[in-house]
Structures are given as C-alpha cells and as structure tokens.
C-alpha cells in the first residue's frame, strides 16, 4: 500500500479544474516528485493533500485512510508536514519559537497546563526545546535560534520551513518548491539535507520547477499539465516521454 | 487584607483604582486583539456584562465579593464563548464588525430590560474594590498572562495572528484556540466589569458603548500589540494623563482618534512593540549584579548538542 | 389605518430609510472590494456630507441643488485625502494595521464636527423653504407616499444607476474591477492602482455625501454622531447583500431599510438596532459571502 495515494482528485474553481482525476501513488521511503509548467496544478494538488482545500470529486488516502476535506490540523497530527512555496513562516516570531509551533501536533499543554506549570507541562516544555534544536541544527540554523524569522535571508527561511516541518515528526514531507530562488550552491546543500531527511525514514513528495534538481534526488517523478497528470515513472523515463517534452517546451509543428 | 488602602490620598488612590481595572480591561484585549490578532470592537461590551451580573450577585443574592467577581468573569465568558464559537471563524475584519454589533445589541438590551434597570442602570452597589483588592488582581492578571505567553497555548495564538493557515496546517485547531483564547480574553473583562461595578457603585448601559471599547483598544495600540508590559504601560498613561490634565472628554475623544491613526503610521508595533522587556530587565540585571542570565540561557538551548 | 394600510405606508418608509443605506453601503463595498478594507470612517463621510450641505443652505445660501452637489464634491476631497494619509501608507503592512487607522479617523472626525458645532442636532431649513412643497398621493388601501419619499427613492436610484455605468461602462471602471480581482496583475497590466484606489474613494464618498443631504433633508436634523449608527447599519447592508457586490449593497439596503421599519410597525422600535446587528452576526454566520457574493478561495 502506497503511504499517499490521490484517487481521481478532482477540483474545480469555479470554471476552471485546476486538477483533474489525478491519480498517484507516493511510496513509503521514497522521494516522489510532481512537476510541471507553471498553473499545472501542482500547488493545489498539494492543497489537497493537506486538507487547505477540499476536492471537488475523488479522494486522498492516507495509509489507506481517506483524508479527503479534513482539517489541515488533523492530517498533520497523522504525520503529514509540510512547507509553502511562498514561504509562510511566523515573520514576527524567533526562528526557534518557529520550530517550537511546529511541534504542536505532537504536544498536550493547554491553557491550564500554561498557567499551572506543573512538572509534566516544565518536562513536555524541554523535550520540546530539544526538538526544536534538533530540527534547527539538522537544517543548519541553530545558530540563528534568537532571530527574528523576518531577517533571516531567503535560503535559510526555506530552511526554516523544513525545519518547523520536522519538528512536528512527520511521516510524509510535502515539499513545495524547496529549492526555488536558490543559488546553485544553496541547491547542492539542499539536496544533501533531503536526503539526509530520507535517511531518516521518512517519505518525501516534492513540487518543483527546476528540472535538474528533480532528475538527480527523486525515485519517481510524476507530471501535471492543465490539471491533468500526463506521465508518470522514473526520472529516465519522464525524461524522454514525448508528451512531457512538448508541455514543456511547445509541440513541434510538423 | 486592607495592606495598600489609604496609603495614599485619596483622589490618588481612586486613581489608581482606575488604572488598576484598566489594566486588567486591556490585558484581556491584549490577548484578543494583540496576541492573536483577531481585533474585538466590543470589549466594553463584556466589561459590561461582567459589571451587571456580578452587580446583580452583591445587590440581589448578598454574596460576598469574590462570588461577585468570578459571577462576573463567568458570565462575560459564557457570553465570550457564544458570540466567539460562531464568529471566530470569520477573518479579521468581519470579526470586528461582529463584535462592534454585538456590543451595541449588548447596550440595548441592557437599556431595554427592567432587570437591569434600563437607561437608569443599577444603584446602590456595595464598594468593594479597594486599592488592595484592585493591586492583587492586576497582580494575578498579569502573572497568568505572562504564563501563557509563554507557553505552548501562547505560542498557538501568536501563530494564528502571524498566518493562520501556516498555523492550521501545523497542527493548530485555529477555530478552537480563537475561542479558548476569547473566553479566556473576556473572562478577564469581567473581572474588571465586575471590580468598575463595585468601584463606581452605579452602572448605567451608556457607559459601556464603542467609545469605551475603543479607550480600552486604545491602551493595546500605544503600548504595542501583543507587549505586556507595552499594554501595561498603555493602560497607566491613558488613564492618568487626561485624569491629571483634566482634558475635557471632546478633545479627549479627538486625542484618541489621532493616536490611533499616528502609532499606526509610525509605530505600528507601539511604543514597546519588538522591545523584549524581559530581556532587557535580564541584561541591567546582568550588568548590575555581573550574573549570566543571558548565557544560561543560550546553554539550555543548546542542552540537546 | 387597517393593518394593509399600515404595512405599505411601512414598506414605503422602508425603501426610503433603505435607499440612504444603500447608497451608503455602495462606499463599503466598492472600498472593500478594491483594497480589502472596512473604510470605517465611512459613516462619518457621510454625516460630514450632511453638515456641509446644511452649511452651504445656510450660510452660503446657494440652492439646495447646488448644496447636494457641493456636498458630493467636498466629501470626495476628504475622502481623497484620507486616503492618502491614513490608508495607502499602510497598504502593505497587516490588515489589523489600515483597519485601526480606519477606526482612528471616525473618530477624529465626528469628534471635529461635535467641537466645530457642538453636541446639538443642527436642523435643517423645512423642505417647503428650499425646494417644494410637499404633497402626498394616495396609493391602495388608504396609503400614501409624499413627494419627499418619492425624491429620496427616485434621486438614490439615479445615483445607483449612475454608478452601475461608470463601473460597467468606463474604462475608469474596468480598472475598477480588475483591480479588485488581483491588486497586482492590474499593476503589471499598467493600470494606475493608486489612481484606481483614488477614484473608489471618491466615487463612494460622493455617494456617502449625497445620502448626508438626501437624508438632512428626510428627518430634518443633522447631528455630529448620525455617521455611526446608520455607517455600520449600511455596513451590514453591503454584507447582508454580499460585499464587493455593487448590486448586492442595494439590495441589501433596502432590505434592512424595510425589515427596520417593520421592527417599528410591530411595536419594537427600541430593538430596531439591535435587530439589524442581529441580522448582521446571522449573516455573517449563516452566509458570509452574503446574498449575491461569490464564494472566495484563499490563495495559499
């Protein structure tokens, strides 16, 4: 059984479907990628999975479990995390506070424990101190705890990003667009952390543009067009499908 | 318990009385509107109702104060809970404009129902809130809310006011926080209804409108949104200033408008905005006593290398 | 009056008391579809309208035509300005941001007005004096409707049709809407955003400024604080009917207008403001996209 699975995911805005009985299958352990040209659909289908929109028609699985149309809150305690192409980090907020929100789903304290403190909520506090170091210093930002998100540079907040997301002890990454506005030496340190994370057992699925950066770090590559997936299989594979080539580059006029 | 009552003269003390129930008015908007940005136009609304219920308890039932005060805080936070479930859910600007009609349907009710006596409101409440009792109340108010800033409850509303959605998507039930954090907000508003109720003696619906949610707002923009010690400070200088100037109210009103639209021009953050208090108390401390406050703290960061 | 009669003569006060808030939630809704903002100095455009009509029937003594039109003009400027100084700075920053400045400059203006000329309604000179006199013609079932109901319907409907060909006729209000369909694709497409945002204001203004008049006229009297009440009755008038929907904020208008004064008709006058909020918290619970709006998707 695949880890996530769209199942003839359909959504329509209006007149537009920006996904269209997508189906695909993300396998556990591995880094699944969806491209595609820009207004592919990619992002949405990523909205999807994570409960921010609901689909139209079809399903997403999660473990076998529909999660389709549940709160975006409720698919992250079940081990879904994920990071924003146009990064939403907590902008007035440390880096290290952050990283310690993205350790909500797996945390109890409420508005009793915040007042109380009594030793359980002090102990749950400093393992979540220690998470969220953790997650800092395996993104390479834990000497940046004390700042302000907000002045961070665009490289490390993409970092950041991934960070909070590991701090909430995901399963499955969704990444969205890690690697954008990155400079090539940034990317190379990106992919190394990737598959880092990917050591670590997790399952990765990324959206991205750059073509390069997908070929050499993904197991299997899947590709949107207009909402509709037109290929599906190996980074090789992908690469010499005829329809792939001409969304990307225009059809050959014969 | 009559420790701090008469110490001073007493128009000071009345004074301070006043700054006190202030305090405590803006430290639960503080929570509302500053911490978690949900901007609430209709604090007065639930000082109001805290006032009357725990008003009706010392005129109607002879309780003593304390039932008074948790009577008001309870009832001005079931009221939080009903209009907060529903409307929470609505983003910024339309929960403003919910919470402005909500006060004003507050108001008319209050002007409406013989219970409460109508436009000639209640009279004859009991002085309670002394000095003492006002200063330890500020005192717990602000204790608890330091806490939960600095918790993982606090952390949640601060997500929620930076971006909702990245919040929601971390785990975060954004609906349920909103409206925890509101009964909790407006509980605190009762608390003070209920101390102005037992200071003021007389209650009348026209002293709770807009003009007096917007005072209380007020106090969170000057000291800065989401600052404690920033909403403190709010709450003290606009409450003494124009006591001390003895401003007339038209151009107390006109004073207020502008500050408004000032701090939000040039100091958006307010007058302590992105000034970490603690941190700096922590630093004189450090160079006064040559103690490492600063470092420890880094250290138990670090604790996990 | 038999019940008939009475329920008529009430529909009638409700369009009129309707028009005025339909012409006043315009101004919301054309600001809030265009830059996301709850122009809450709205209600007071519109009380300041009021005063300077009065002003220029009185002191200046023009014709109460030239007042009307005076009025539109003058609230424009203000609204313009205000714009300018407490709005566009803050453009990027939070919403929360825009909206207290909002807050902040109703309340400057009604409290200049109350310092200007003092807490007392200021009353208007009799409509006989300065235009007409009023007559009044019998409908069915015994009812009527006077020459002052029938101008304040038949002026608000001008102004209204008035506006739906600037916006769906112009150029002006093509860059109207697409601004209001994405702020920044207008701008790449070279359309003066600041210059668009200028024009919204001034357009709802003049409508807000005329409804000052038209209603100065109605009652009679002007008072510092008309703006409040009435500014977020139109308020929830532009969300009963959707906001961001010119057609919905008339609508809308003259909806509540009517179900207020049938509040009156029923005996429970002293709950007609709380029964409009209370429609207001309902709508907004029930619909929030309002009766003819479109459902929004956020963009993550």
């Not at chain 2, 200071?199 to 002293?207: F, G, S």
């Not at chain 2, 007096?212 to 003290?236: D, F, Q, R």
């Not at chain 3, 006077?146 to 002026?155: A, G, M």
Request: aromatic share 8%.
């Amino acid at each position: 059984m695949a880890l996530l699975e769209l199942n003839k995911l359909t959504i329509q805005f209006g007149g537009l479907i920006a996904v269209n009985k997508v189906d695909l299958k993300v396998e556990k352990g591995q880094i699944s990628a969806l491209i595609g040209p820009n207004g592919a659909g990619k992002s949405t289908a990523f909205n999807l999975a994570t409960g921010i929109y609901s689909p139209t028609s079809g399903k997403v699985l999660y473990k076998g479990q529909d999660i389709s149309g549940k709160a975006p809150y409720y698919i992250n305690g079940l081990g879904i995390a994920r990071t924003f192409q146009n990064i939403r980090l907590f902008k007035e907020l440390t880096v290290l506070d952050n990283v310690k929100i993205g350790c909500h789903s797996r945390s109890k304290a409420g508005i009793f424990g915040a007042i109380t403190r009594l030793s359980a909520i002090k102990k749950e506090e400093r393992e979540i101190e220690e998470k969220a170091y953790q997650a800092l210093k395996l993104m390479g930002l834990e000497k940046k705890y004390d700042e302000f998100a907000d002045n961070l540079s665009y490289g490390e907040q993409r970092c950041l990003e991934i960070a909070r997301a590991m701090a909430s002890e995901p399963e499955l990454l969704l990444l969205d667009e890690p690697a954008a506005g990155m400079n090539l030496q940034e990317k190379g340190v990106l992919v190394e952390k990737i598959n880092k994370i990917r050591e670590m057992g997790l399952t990765i699925f990324l959206v991205e543009h750059d073509m390069k950066f997908v070929m050499g770090l993904s197991d299997r590559v899947a590709v949107l067009d207009y909402g509709v997936k037109i290929a599906d299989g190996t980074p090789e594979e992908v690469q010499v499908n005829a329809d792939v080539i001409a969304a990307y580059l225009g059809k050959e006029v014969v | 318990m009559t420790l701090l009552n008469g110490l001073l003269p007493p128009y000071i003390e009345s004074i301070a009385i006043t700054v006190g129930i202030y305090i405590i008015m803006a430290l639960g908007l503080n929570l509302i509107t500053g911490v978690t940005g949900q901007l609430s136009l209709g604090h007065a609304a639930y000082m109001s109702i805290g006032a009357y219920a725990s008003a009706i308890v010392s005129l109607q039932l002879g309780m003593p104060f304390i039932f008074a005060l948790l009577a008001g805080g309870i009832a001005a936070g079931i009221f939080g809970l009903i209009i907060g479930y529903p409307t929470l859910r609505l983003t910024g600007d339309y929960l403003a404009i919910a919470t402005l009609g909500f006060g004003e349907i507050v108001k008319s009710l209050l002007f409406n129902m013989p219970i409460v006596g109508g436009a000639m409101g209640l009279a004859g409440i009991p002085y309670k809130s002394t000095l003492t009792v006002t200063f330890i109340l500020v005192v717990i108010v602000i204790w608890m809310m330091l806490r939960v800033e600095r918790s993982r409850f606090g952390r949640a509303l601060l997500a929620i006011r930076e971006d909702d959605i990245a919040a929601e998507c971390y785990g975060i039930n954004t609906s349920l926080y909103k409206v925890k954090m509101f009964v909790l907000g407006t509980f605190i508003a009762g608390i003070g209804g209920a101390l102005w109720a037992h200071k003021i003696m007389v209650l009348q619906p026209r002293d709770f409108g807009f003009m007096k949610s917007i005072e209380i707002l007020n106090m969170v923009v000057l000291g800065g949104l989401g600052s404690i010690p920033g909403t403190v400070l709010g709450a003290i200088v606009l409450t003494s200033i124009p006591e001390v100037l003895r401003f007339s109210s038209d151009y107390r009103m006109l004073l207020y408008g502008a500050l408004l639209v000032i701090m939000m021009r040039f100091r958006p953050n307010g007058l302590l905005g992105g000034v970490d208090v603690t941190k700096l108390v922590k630093k004189s401390i450090k160079s006064i006593t040559g103690s490492n406050f600063t470092n420890k703290e880094k250290k138990k960061v670090k604790g996990g290398d | 009056m038999d019940f008939t009669s009475n329920f008529i003569v009430q529909l009638i006060n409700g369009i009129a008391l309707g028009s005025t808030y339909a012409l006043i939630a315009l101004g919301y809704t054309m600001v809030y579809g265009i830059i996301m903002l709850i122009n809450f100095a709205h209600g007071e455009i519109y009380m300041v309208g009021a005063f300077v009509g009065l002003a220029l029937v009185t002191v200046f003594k023009v014709h109460i035509i030239i007042a009307f039109l005076g009025a539109m003009l003058f609230c424009m400027l203000m609204a313009v300005s205000i714009e300018i100084i407490a709005y566009r700075p803050l453009r990027r920053s939070k919403r929360l941001a825009a909206l207290i400045s909002a807050i902040g400059i109703s309340i400057i203006l009604s409290n200049l007005v109350n310092l200007l000329v003092g807490p007392k309604p200021q009353t208007f000179p009799p409509i006989e004096e300065i235009l007409f006199e009023i007559k009044s013609y019998d409908l069915i079932a015994g009812a009527q409707i006077n020459t002052l109901q029938i101008l304040l319907i038949v002026v608000s409907a001008i102004l209204m049709i008035g506006l739906q060909y600037i916006v769906k006729r112009t150029k002006v209000g093509k860059a109207m809407r697409a601004t209001s369909q994405d702020y920044d694709t207008a701008a790449l497409m070279g359309i003066n955003v600041n210059r668009i945002i200028s024009y919204t204001f001034a357009i709802g203004s003049a409508l807000a400024g005329a409804g000052g008049v038209l209603v100065g006229i109605y009652f009679g009297v002007v008072k510092y604080n008309m703006g409040m009440l009435p500014g977020m009755k139109a308020f929830t008038a532009a969300v009963l009917g959707g906001i961001g929907s010119i057609p919905g904020a008339m609508f809308g208008g003259i909806i509540l207008g009517v179900i207020e004064m049938m509040t009156v008709a029923i005996g429970l006058s002293s709950y007609r403001d709380a029964i409009a909020f209370g429609i207001l918290i309902l709508v907004l619970l029930i619909k929030p996209t309002g009766l003819f709006g479109k459902q929004i998707f956020k963009k993550v």
